[in-house]
């Protein structure tokens, strides 16, 4: 009997989380020398750190450390929801590049928790 094991890129905030990374790279990447090093490196290492976490999370063997890794990557959303409002703000992004960005950052909040809870209910240790 073969044993079917998560894989990380089947769960959906990480996979989300990954994608969103890549459009905020893509959008960064097009500003200029100033607005890169002062919003964009952080908004950059903010949304790189979501699925990052997620990813590192998922490696760990204990579900305390797992579970930490993803309360970090909650965090990452709550500061990108910051990043991406100032990036509208200062007229960095495009009002549909900002309602892309939010409607994942909305979304991944409960995704997360999902994980956390599909982690302390299906590990032991």
């Known amino acids: 009997m073969e044993k079917n094991y998560l894989q990380l890129n089947q769960i959906t905030a990480y996979t989300k ?33 979501i699925s990052a976490n997620i990813a590192e999370g998922f490696g760990r063997y204990h579900k ?12 990452s959303v709550k500061e990108c929801l910051d990043w991406n409002e100032k990036a509208k703000i200062r007229k960095l992004i495009s009002e549909e590049d900002y ?18 809870n599909f982690t302390n209910e299906k590990l032991k240790i």
Do not use: R
């Open 17 to 49: 989380a990954f994608h969103l990374s890549n459009l905020v790279w893509d959008l960064v990447s097009s500003w200029d020398g100033f607005a890169k090093h002062t919003i964009g490196q952080q908004f950059i290492n903010a949304i790189d750190s």
């Open 99 to 116: 309602n892309k960005i939010f409607e994942t950052l909305q979304v991944l909040p409960k995704e997360i928790h999902q994980l956390i």
């Open 64 to 75: 305390k450390d797992k579970i930490k890794f993803y309360y970090y990557s909650f965090g």
